[in-house]
């Protein structure tokens, strides 16, 4: 099978396209504190890559004496807040993206968070053939419908994909839905795995590194 194969680009956003997971932590410290509770930033750590509910209720073993959407709604607040003043792009993310795009694949986001801020982002871009946030999703990632959907919104099938991630929950997703999987972590370690290929870092990368890593693969 050959490197036309490829049909779409998957995108995580978080920690993936931009390195939004400090402000994430701001947000959820701010609000464990606000109710008395202590946290820390291995606790932030270990939601990386999870569903803004299942986030929530972890906020509420700490403490936070609030319903989930209102957790949640809060900490989308605050991100989107701290994004609009400066948007803190991934190295190599924006490089890589605009390869991708120039050589004429198709891409779209697939990220837990909700629509707001994936959007935000991806109007910023403005390279993306569809987003899939966090509200369009029944099962949250490392399930693997988010990807699953990802790929349909080009007509696609995720196997004929390939899925940039940083997290263990989103490696996890994209390949239980069968996609070509890239992870590059950012603040968490990732193992190494044959379910995936690992990239330190996205720098210097563009649409061949895609393709090459697609190709062998499929072959």
């Known amino acids: 099978m050959s490197e036309t194969n490829l049909q779409a680009v998957l995108w995580d956003l978080d920690g993936t396209i931009v390195d939004s997971e400090p402000y994430w932590l701001i947000s959820e410290q701010r609000l464990v504190e606000e109710y008395g509770g202590e946290w820390s930033e291995a606790d932030g750590f270990a939601l990386i890559g999870s569903g803004l509910p299942n986030a929530a209720e972890f906020l509420q073993t700490k403490g936070v004496d609030l319903p989930i959407d209102v957790i949640v709604q809060r900490m989308v607040d605050e991100v989107d807040a701290m994004s609009a003043r400066q948007i803190p792009w991934r190295p190599g993310a ?126």
């Not at 694949?105 to 909700?114: E, F, G, R």
């Not at 996609?179 to 379910?195: L, R």
């Open 94 to 219: 924006r490089e890589l993206l605009h390869s991708i795009h120039e050589a004429g694949i198709p891409q779209v986001m697939v990220t837990m968070s909700y629509r707001s801020t994936a959007h935000f982002i991806a109007d910023a871009l403005g390279l993306f053939a569809g987003v899939i946030s966090g509200q369009d999703v029944t099962h949250p990632k490392p399930h693997p419908d988010p990807y699953q959907l990802g790929a349909a919104v080009v007509g696609a099938s995720a196997k004929d994909c390939v899925a940039l991630e940083d997290s263990g929950p989103g490696s996890a997703s994209a390949v239980a839905a069968g996609a070509v999987t890239i992870v590059a972590p950012m603040h968490v370690p990732i193992p190494d795995s044959v379910n995936y290929i690992k990239w330190e870092t996205l720098v210097g990368r563009d649409v061949s590194h895609i393709r090459e890593v697609f190709a062998e693969a499929r072959a």
